[in-house]
């Protein structure tokens, strides 16, 4: 199976930030890692694979050395989640004979893109299982449930423009009374959603929920000879995908991937790229607090996230002196106050590897009169204390519920993290 097409059965069974850890974890699976839980001792062996997960919605994945156990790391740092619409705990609304569903905007996501589209409703129910007394986790994903429609043009009286109130225009509708539904319940949704919930995940009863609403569009290979690679969740899931995709071992490095939650709100949560979840793994793999020092200090980090790229309508926003194009190479992103954590060792590290092994890449940075937006990248390696760069595929439409970046820098971004993790040395 070709890479694209391996990335495609990921962006498209990858629903929600629960899916997305669950596919990985599958993979991984797959490529012989052993799970191990984090409440439980670990007993860890030279040259073997394993992961762990946090939340449901972070995953820590290593290959350990074969020949030392204080070897220095290569990590690539991921987020799993997008900017979306998530379900508010009590979410009827009833206005006359139609009902809605009260959502809350998660991340910086761009509303009007929302709008006319078939919408699915993805996440996980939380249950008590009788047999265990645990409380635990079933993921969801009802599709086709509700809709976003626009305002007729004819109702508008902003007829050359277009102003969102995210709390009361993106309501999704979902309902409507007919003849032979004389009365919306205002309980409506919860009663569906208990009963989809015995039908399809043969549990009676549920406690809350962690629901979003996600796009139905399927990926599309659009353009001439299909160049084009359009797909919800580009942002991150496409690094997210690669990251699991290319790690493997290395006889003189830990090599690692780290799947985060909650980077389009800030990363400072339990499953975060701020938390403590990255430092409480690797002090259970260096044998040591001095050793695990050593190490990071010869360590290597890539905050792998999305680039912009240049937009043909939209020239004017970008510096076209720095500023990726689209299928011409990985973008390595830079910025004086540190939003990006590339620095003139990191950026030669990358140079360097591309070099060796013709990879393309190219530089992002953002006008200096525009607000420059961030990643994982200052949070993690500034805990961590470890060199770090900032990459990423460049891509249109960013946060948009449909996204668009080029095949061949599918190739290039898979090339570069397969480089990372394999070579001898990066110098440092």
Not at 125 to 152: G, R, W
Not at 360 to 389: E, H, M, W
């Amino acid at each position: 199976m070709s890479l694209t097409q391996q990335l495609t059965n990921f962006l498209e069974n990858s629903y929600s930030p629960y899916h997305a850890v669950a596919n990985a974890a599958a993979i991984l699976k797959e490529k012989g890692f052993s799970f191990v839980s984090l409440k439980e001792a670990w007993n860890l062996e030279q040259g073997k694979s394993y992961f762990t997960t946090r939340d449901d919605s972070s995953l820590l994945a290593w290959s350990m050395p074969s020949q030392t156990t204080d070897a220095p790391l290569r990590l690539v740092g991921t987020h799993t989640d997008s900017p979306s619409l998530m379900l508010r705990p009590h979410t009827e609304q009833t206005t006359h004979n139609t009902q809605v569903l009260g959502v809350e905007t998660y991340g910086g996501a761009l509303l009007y893109s929302w709008l006319d589209k078939s919408l699915s409703l993805a996440g996980r129910v939380i249950f008590h299982n009788k047999e265990t007394n645990l409380l635990e986790t079933k993921l969801v994903y009802i599709p086709d449930i509700a809709i976003i429609p626009s305002l007729a043009i004819h109702l508008s009286k902003e007829r050359g423009s277009l102003t969102l109130n995210p709390h009361t225009h993106l309501r999704p509708l979902w309902h409507i009374e007919t003849d032979n539904n004389k009365e919306l319940s205002p309980t409506a949704f919860q009663q569906f959603l208990h009963t989809w919930c015995k039908e399809n995940l043969g549990i009676d009863d549920f406690y809350s929920f962690d629901l979003f609403l996600t796009t139905s569009t399927k990926v599309a290979l659009l353009g001439y000879e299909q160049q084009l690679f359009c797909a919800a969740h580009l942002d991150n899931l496409v690094s997210s995908f690669l990251a699991i995709h290319t790690l493997e071992n290395n006889p003189t490095a830990l090599n690692m991937a780290a799947l985060f939650m909650h980077e389009e709100i800030g990363s400072v949560s339990l499953s975060g790229a701020n938390s403590d979840f990255t430092e409480s793994v690797l002090q259970r793999i260096y044998s040591t607090n001095e050793k695990r020092q050593i190490a990071l200090s010869q360590s290597v980090f890539l905050s792998a996230d999305g680039a912009h790229a240049l937009h043909p309508n939209y020239t004017e926003t970008l510096d076209l002196e720095n500023v990726p194009l689209l299928g011409q190479g990985v973008g390595l992103k830079r910025n004086a106050r540190q939003r990006y954590t590339t620095n003139a060792i990191t950026a030669a590290v990358i140079a360097k590897l591309c070099k060796d092994n013709n990879i393309k890449f190219q530089y992002f940075v953002n006008r200096s009169d525009y607000p420059c937006g961030s990643t994982i990248g200052p949070s993690l390696s500034s805990r961590l204390g470890i060199q770090s760069a900032d990459i990423g595929i460049s891509m249109l439409g960013m946060h948009s519920t449909m996204e668009t970046c080029a095949v061949q820098d599918i190739e290039h971004y898979n090339n570069l993290l397969s480089h990372f993790y394999s070579t001898s040395s990066l110098g440092i």
